[in-house]
């Protein structure tokens, strides 16, 4: 049989993030007497543990877990908001090959975000300065990214944000005044204006009504097909997710307990938290 | 050339909810020629639909090896394949059709079609032709094709299924039970288009009710009682 030559994109071994110093209790391996992900002597918080993933060129990766897994603070880890505790993380680019990224400085770290990342956040207001306009919000990342001219950068940002369905009459109004739905769209456009191959969504579609919902779902997927941008995709829905994504991970407590095709997990779940979460859908 | 060998294949299911393992099949072996076409018979609850789900993979297989013939990547046991494998040998090598279309929403037909080709790496334009080649090959109506499915007949559903499976013109075709809940003439217009995909070298397996309308298009039967495979069974009429 032939393998597959095809390498991972961006490949995370063993990310860990705790919050907290940690104590002669849960710092025992398998940290035993912890309460979900808390440590009731001493009050650490561990958010993710040992958490490994690969996600291809061009594929949608889908994130599902309850409230708490921890699936926003890996995404905020991948996107250097916070720092890990421990961990890898390797990006198959030229620019950035053989390192461990999570260790290099933060000028370094801020040259990722401008250059290979898109972020869309679970709130919009961590992603947006909701008293700059529409197209202002856009323009600060383009300019992170390097861009100068003005013109080209601002006829960009129109082509973006009538991607993403905002009335070019609206892009000087400032995102506040926006619906959900409109600020997410927003989100998504100024992720996508340094063309960056890899983009993070983290519940982008939570809180929209269906209708709004169905077309956002629409746009990532037109995006992943025309763009050819890899995707990680957080949510607690497994609807969206099974719309989204080819592969999926289940987390739990910060650990991820499963891992497969995501129509496998839908129909053939294995741990018992996963078919909970399948079973109770049905 | 053998496209497909299964070989004691057996799937179990645990629920941790009701404690409980029970087997759904175990020790089915058959094999099928290129170009073949297998029908898959027994009661309800036999296991047939398991057999095809570990096939596609939407099912972890833990029993036996199922060797598929790929083009890509040789020959290969699905059971252990790669999921990245897995996910290229389904946009390019294996289609699944059951009588349910699950695609998605807001999608016309003729898009959910040009779909599959662009996941294979179709160029738009030559997407946009194989598309409508494959939905008049399959007889769907040209005023359906610019609308969103949810509205289509149970026999448009199935032709459009059927089509959005077979434009990557895949080596392997499994038909879950296509014609479930269709009245006589969809039934009809499905023997033919499996007639077509026979005629084009497709290799089947299928899942029908009726033996009868498998009559002449089947090679054989694999019989989940008997376990074993058997030649077609003269149709009383
Ligand atoms: N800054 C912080 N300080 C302390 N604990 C934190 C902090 N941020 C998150 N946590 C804790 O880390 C755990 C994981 O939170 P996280 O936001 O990653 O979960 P999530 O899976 O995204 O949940 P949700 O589905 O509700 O968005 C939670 O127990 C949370 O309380
Ligand atoms: N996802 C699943 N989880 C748990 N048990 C399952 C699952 N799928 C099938 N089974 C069980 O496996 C056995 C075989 O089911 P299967 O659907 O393969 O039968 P079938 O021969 O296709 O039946 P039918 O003719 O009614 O479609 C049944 O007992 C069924 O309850
Ligand atoms: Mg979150
Ligand atoms: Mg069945
Ligand atoms: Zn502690």
Request: net charge negative; aromatic share 8%.
């Amino acid at each position: 049989m032939q393998r597959f030559e095809e390498r991972p994109l961006l490949k995370v071994e063993n990310l860990t993030k705790q919050y907290g110093p940690g104590c002669g209790e849960c710092s025992q391996p398998g940290r035993p007497g912890l309460i979900k992900n808390y440590c009731p002597s001493c009050g650490t918080v561990y958010a993710c543990s040992d958490v490994s993933l690969d996600v291809y060129p061009g594929e949608i990766l889908g994130i599902v877990g309850e409230s708490g897994s921890g699936k926003s603070t890996l995404m905020q880890c991948l996107y250097f908001d916070q720092d890990v505790t421990s961990g890898t993380l390797t990006i198959d680019d030229p620019e950035l090959a053989g390192e461990n990224l999570f260790d290099v400085s933060s000028q370094r770290k801020r040259y990722i975000r401008n250059h290979k990342y898109g972020m869309v956040y679970q709130n919009p207001v961590k992603g947006l300065r909701m008293d700059f306009s529409s197209i202002s919000n856009i323009a600060e990342k383009q300019i992170a990214a390097g861009g100068r001219h003005v013109g080209q950068m601002q006829s960009a940002g129109e082509r973006l944000l009538d991607v993403v369905s905002i009335p070019l009459f609206r892009m000087k109004e400032e995102p506040r005044n926006f619906s959900g739905g409109m600020q997410q769209r927003v989100q998504i456009a100024k992720a996508l204006s340094n063309d960056p191959p890899i983009l993070f969504l983290d519940e982008v579609t939570t809180g929209l009504d269906l209708s709004v919902q169905a077309a956002v779902i629409d746009l990532i997927k037109q995006i992943q097909r025309d763009l050819g941008i890899s995707m990680i995709v957080v949510s607690h829905d497994l609807a969206v997710i099974r719309m989204l994504a080819d592969r999926t991970l289940v987390m739990l407590n910060g650990r991820v307990i499963e891992s497969g095709l995501t129509d496998q997990i839908l129909e053939d779940p294995n741990h018992a938290y996963t078919q909970q979460l399948v079973y109770s859908l049905l | 050339m053998v496209m497909l060998e299964v070989k004691d294949f057996g799937k179990r299911f645990t629920s941790h909810h009701l404690n409980t393992t029970r087997k759904a099949v175990e020790g089915i072996s058959f094999s099928l020629e290129q170009g073949g076409f297998i029908g898959i018979v027994g009661k309800s609850g036999s296991g047939k639909s398991t057999i095809l789900k570990s096939i596609y993979r939407t099912y972890l297989p833990d029993e036996g090896e199922i060797w598929f013939d790929s083009e890509r990547f040789g020959r290969i046991d699905l059971l252990k394949a790669e999921e990245r494998q897995v996910i290229w040998l389904r946009k390019h090598e294996i289609g699944y059709v059951s009588q349910f279309l699950n695609v998605m929403p807001r999608t016309t037909a003729r898009e959910l079609v040009e779909q599959a080709l662009l996941g294979m790496g179709e160029s738009h334009e030559a997407a946009t032709i194989k598309a409508e080649q494959s939905l008049r090959h399959f007889d769907l109506d040209e005023r359906l094709w610019d609308t969103f499915p949810n509205t289509f007949s149970g026999g448009e559903k199935l032709r459009l299924n059927i089509a959005i499976a077979t434009v990557k013109k895949p080596r392997l075709l499994l038909l879950d039970e296509p014609t479930a809940s269709l009245d006589y003439q969809s039934k009809l217009k499905v023997r033919e288009v499996i007639e077509k995909l026979k005629a084009d070298g497709t290799t089947l397996v299928g899942i029908f009710h009726d033996l009868e309308f498998m009559e002449g298009l089947c090679d054989c039967v694999y019989d989940m009682n008997e376990k074993a495979l058997r030649g077609m069974p003269e149709v009383q009429r």
